[in-house]
């Protein structure tokens, strides 16, 4: 009995050691500056989403999230924005047929197999009693926004109850997919007081062309069925229509890739080169070579650390914590972060 203790204790000081080292790593080059984060999860994705970019935290029900496969750019403090197409399921509130529900699985696992290579560690705390557990959830189709007004009302009160908890911090605002297209809206109708550089991972112009970078001229039919079944709006705000708005010097990365068949790597070129083109020098982009729209850090080795090892460069450049080996190896990467409209095809 005696043993088996001896070994837990070592089991948790262990785990706890290595949260402590993997934090460790972001160095920050102003002692008199606090940074925190914010995280904007893509469509349909919860809070383990943040599990590709944070090896471990606890999310807002209490479970332990951990992998690791994913990265490290996020570090800890962190909000993490919930939108409203999540819809967790509290068994105690629901009928006791709730369990033979088809949708509830079928979106469970579409969204681990829209994951790829990924997969995370959910850990229970056998002291709470979860009324809502992230593996349990339904998603609100009517409540997808797109990034436009619903999802930007998300994320400020994100950021405003943010701003309490962690008062006197500088925040980077780090969004992926439909998270980055609510985190450049949010800031082209805020301008958020503390928000210091944003990053943005396969963010799209507009649906608009979106689609039609996939369908061609289809892309209207699609966009209507899109405003009949869900809160999108087709007159809505978009990203492309709102760069004028941006703090002229806000860091931004703008992450793509060549092969993202969902936001073609188009689309966010498009956005990088409408930004350029009002005078914008801050904005970066990276363009990676082989990786799907899910699997920007799982899909291939060499895109991983480009990721990576590019957005330490991306901190460091910008005075902001970071891990200095890793920036030191994305320095070069990163200076041909900046490319001009000629340069596109040489990338």
Do not use: W
């Not at 807002?60 to 924005?81: A, D, F, V, W, Y």
């Not at 006791?96 to 959910?122: D, E, R």
């Not at 436009?148 to 908890?165: M, P, R, V």
């Amino acid at each position: 009995m005696l043993l088996k203790i001896i070994i837990f204790l070592k089991v948790i000081l262990i785990s706890n050691l290595l949260d402590v080292l993997e934090a460790a790593n972001f160095v920050n080059f102003n002692d008199n500056k606090s940074y925190s984060y914010i995280f904007a999860p893509g469509l349909t994705s919860t809070e383990m989403q943040l599990a590709k970019y944070l090896p471990s935290f606890i999310a807002s029900t209490g479970e332990k999230i951990s992998s690791r496969q994913g990265i490290h750019t996020i570090n800890l403090p962190i909000s993490i924005c919930k939108f409203a197409e999540i819809d967790f399921e509290n068994f105690k509130n629901k009928s006791k047929f709730n369990i033979f529900n088809p949708a509830k699985y079928f979106y469970y696992f579409f969204n681990n197999y829209l994951n790829g290579k990924f997969s995370v560690n959910v850990k229970k705390s056998k002291r709470l009693k979860l009324a809502n557990t992230l593996s349990s959830y339904t998603i609100l189709v009517s409540k997808i926004n797109i990034g436009q007004q619903e999802d930007i009302k998300c994320l400020s009160k994100t950021y405003a109850e943010h701003i309490l908890n962690y008062k006197n911090t500088e925040v980077i605002l780090y969004g992926a997919s439909r998270g980055a297209a609510a985190a450049f809206n949010f800031i082209s109708q805020f301008r958020p007081k503390y928000v210091k550089a944003i990053i943005l991972e396969g963010i799209f112009d507009s649906i608009h062309d979106l689609l039609f970078q996939k369908v061609g001229y289809f892309n209207i039919i699609v966009e209507n069925l899109l405003t009949l079944v869900t809160s999108y709006k087709k007159d809505g705000i978009s990203p492309i229509n709102n760069i004028n708005n941006i703090p002229k010097n806000l860091p931004i990365l703008l992450i793509t890739s060549r092969v993202d068949e969902s936001v073609p790597c188009q689309c966010t070129i498009n956005l990088y080169n409408a930004l350029k083109s009002i005078g914008r020098k801050e904005v970066n982009i990276l363009i990676l070579n082989k990786s799907s729209h899910v699997g920007y850090i799982c899909d291939n080795n060499q895109d991983k650390n480009s990721y990576q090892s590019v957005v330490h460069a991306f901190y460091r450049y910008y005075g902001f914590p970071h891990d200095e080996e890793l920036a030191k190896q994305g320095y070069a990467q990163f200076k041909l972060c900046k490319p001009q409209l000629k340069d596109f095809n040489n990338l």
